[in-house]
């Protein structure tokens, strides 16, 4: 691994950064990468790093080969990779580096259950396949133009695309227990009163210029009524009283496929909770971690958020309230990027859309997913931006996320 400072590195400036500094942040982001996979090296079986199956995990050996796998599909064995997001991925492309990397590490081939009867590499076959596809990127990039921002495309692509990786590396080490030492916590915030905004027409989505993601493609307005929002996500001391007072018992709160998991499951907190109406105590990378109460709540679900809401005669915000009072409320302390913040909003299609190259990233979850906003403690600073689209099923709930509320 190479030690990697540099300014602006992890700046959310990174959409529309230059080949230099694109490539600092490439070797930067592969270097987080290995640091996770070491980690998860020293707490899991030795070799082999079996994890057991879930639906929130995928085998750490297959996550790493998928990581070289995804960069060099879309930079070195692409011939379309100067056209950027025109580029047509039904054409064939270059055979992989690695003989049967396609078998093993596509996605769109290989299923999630799937992942854990391929017989994988060793370790040290996929880390050299990692160190080999990065240094023919950085070799492509070099020679591609500074100020095309379809040549780079790709390149900002795999940059976030592992980005997410590690993030998602960090979701899997608080499900399977263990601290890599690569992570902080949510801050702890004194509660602000709630921030009224003015009706307004909000510009929603993305103008064109720099890396956009296709579920942001394109700019359109969007008239907003006026709103009131809270100032910081909803706290551990707000959500223990909606538990205290049997919030988990009282199915008129549910929508009613939240009521049935939750009777499924048994569940009378959120997930990796043990204690709640004495003072929070959460499981923490595998820790009884006493919490402080003004910390944002974390892995909550949806439908939890959807509840608690019902409670206390509020409303999840939706999407275009949470990201019109993200840049309108920023000087009025509107605080965000400790916790994933729900929406009450679906993830749907703005008009117009497109699907960009990559076509499984958002079309599968159109209408059955919920939008995220926001980020979390554990998301890199280029990742931040208030028009980014995270999505994800109501009932997840082991990704860092919260919520807060506004009036009704």
């Known amino acids: 691994m190479l030690d990697i400072e540099a300014p602006n590195v992890d700046s959310a400036r990174m959409r529309r950064a230059g080949k230099e500094l694109l490539s600092l942040a490439l070797m930067d982001s592969r270097n987080h990468t290995l640091r996770w996979i070491a980690a998860y090296e020293r707490e899991l079986e030795a070799g082999a790093m079996r994890v057991p199956q879930q639906p929130e995990l995928s085998p750490p050996l297959w996550e790493l080969g998928h990581a070289g796998w995804f960069q060099e599909r879309w930079i070195a064995r692409n011939v379309q990779r100067q056209r950027g997001a025109r580029c047509d991925p039904s054409q064939p492309r270059l055979a992989s580096i690695l003989a049967e990397a396609d078998r093993w590490f596509d996605d769109a081939q290989v299923g999630h259950a799937q992942r854990w009867t391929l017989a994988l590499p060793e ?3 996929i880390r050299q396949y990692l160190v080999d596809t990065l240094e023919t990127t950085l070799e492509l990039l070099d020679n591609a133009p500074d100020d095309d921002d379809e040549a780079l495309y790709f390149y900002r692509l795999a940059l976030f695309h592992e980005d997410m990786l590690g993030e998602k590396f960090a979701h899997m ?6 601290d890599a030492g690569l992570l902080g916590s949510p801050a702890a915030v004194n509660a602000r009163e709630p921030l009224l905004f003015p009706a307004t027409v909000w510009p929603m989505g993305c103008e064109p210029g720099g890396f956009v993601f296709d579920n942001e493609k394109w700019v359109h307005d969007v008239p ?7 100032a910081q996500p909803v706290s551990w001391g707000q959500y223990a009283e909606f538990v205290a007072d049997g919030g988990y018992d009282r199915s008129a709160l549910w929508h009613p496929t939240g009521w049935e998991l939750l009777q499924r499951e048994g569940r009378r907190c959120p997930r990796h909770v043990d204690q709640i109406r004495h003072g929070v105590l959460q499981q923490r990378l595998g820790r009884l971690t006493r919490v402080p109460q003004a910390q944002p709540a974390l892995h909550v679900g949806w439908y939890e958020a959807d509840a608690w809401c019902r409670w206390a005669g509020r409303r999840l915000p939706t999407e275009p309230e949470w990201e019109a009072a993200a840049h309108l409320g920023a000087s009025r302390g509107y605080r965000w990027g400790d916790v994933w913040e729900w929406t009450a909003s ?9 699907p960009g190259p990559q076509r499984d990233y958002s079309q599968p979850a159109f209408g059955t997913h919920k939008v995220l906003r926001g980020a979390s403690f554990a998301t890199r600073g280029r990742m931040r ?3 980014f689209r995270a999505f994800a099923p109501p009932e997840a709930d082991h990704l860092f996320c919260g919520f807060r509320s506004c009036a009704p």
């Open 385 to 387: 931006s208030a028009k």
């Open 123 to 125: 370790l040290q076959a």
């Open 173 to 178: 080490s608080q499900t399977l227990g263990f």
């Open 346 to 354: 679906s993830f749907e299609p703005y008009r117009g859309f497109a």
């Open 224 to 230: 907003i009524p006026e709103f009131e929002i809270d």
